[in-house]
T-cell receptor
Framework: GAGVSQSPSNKVTEKGKDVELRCDPISGHTALYWYRQSLGQGLEFLIY????????KSGLPSDRFSAERTGGSVSTLTIQRTQQEDSAVYLC????????????FGPGTRLTVL | AQKITQTQPGMFVQEKEAVTLDCTYD???????LFWYKQPSSGEMIFLIY??????QNATEGRYSLNFQKARKSANLVISASQLGDSAMYFC?????????????FGSGTRLQVQP
């Protein structure tokens, strides 16, 4: 079946512009995660959605970052007034609810802020 | 303190030999899970193996096995019979707790290069 998809695959923007990154999780997966991977680094947790519960936003680096998940499926990560340090690969993952289920990752969106 | 520590930034191994990638973790939660992911140059994150804190036996998945030493808080990945396609970044990750946030905390990774 279809895996996690993300769009766009690449995004180049100018400093100060807003960007939206999209994630389509695997159908039936109620948990959705956003991570950020800076060049040569490990993944950094940003935000987590589980069903209808309030999202865990504890990893968001600043109030310029926000995310929503509509209808328990598609999620959008928005970065306002982008800065050069926001340049990274943004990865989305989804998993089934509960237990110790593996997270399936999307291919990521490479964001470059000029 | 780092939650997940991978002390080997890079490793080399000869094709067909075994290699161990180190991972130590830090948590006070009795319930946790440990994961290994592979990230080839193409960038996708590929799940390899999982070990639960209450699992009695070391996890194995094909050529991958996890050497889980709970008292030492280590969860090393062993790849047997290395192949050229194993060349990639390898990340160790941990999920803490039964409920609440279930996001993973990742280590900084180890770059493995398999030489012919």
């Amino acid at each position: 079946g279809a895996g996690v998809s993300q769009s766009p695959s690449n995004k180049v923007t100018e400093k100060g512009k807003d960007v939206e990154l999209r994630c389509d999780p695997i159908s039936g997966h109620t948990a959705l995660y956003w991570y950020r991977q800076s060049l040569g680094q490990g993944l950094e947790f940003l935000i987590y959605f589980q069903g209808n519960s309030a999202p865990d936003k504890s990893g968001l680096p600043s109030d310029r970052f926000s995310a929503e998940r509509t209808g328990g499926s598609v999620s959008t990560l928005t970065i306002q007034r982008t800065q050069q340090e926001d340049s990274a690969v943004y990865l989305c993952a989804s998993s089934q609810a509960g237990g110790d289920n593996e997270q399936f990752f999307g291919p990521g969106t490479r964001l470059t802020v000029l | 303190a780092q939650k997940i520590t991978q002390t080997q930034p890079g490793m080399f191994v000869q094709e067909k030999e075994a290699v161990t990638l180190d991972c130590t973790y830090d948590t006070s939660d009795p319930s946790y899970g440990l994961f290994w992911y592979k990230q080839p140059s193409s960038g996708e994150m590929i799940f390899l193996i999982y070990q639960g804190s209450y699992d009695q036996q070391n996890a194995t998945e094909g050529r991958y096995s996890l050497n889980f030493q709970k008292a030492r808080k280590s969860a090393n990945l062993v790849i047997s019979a290395s192949q050229l396609g194993d060349s990639a970044m390898y990340f160790c990750a941990m999920r803490e707790g039964q409920g609440g946030r279930r996001a993973l905390t990742f280590g900084s990774g180890t770059r493995l290069q398999v030489q012919p």
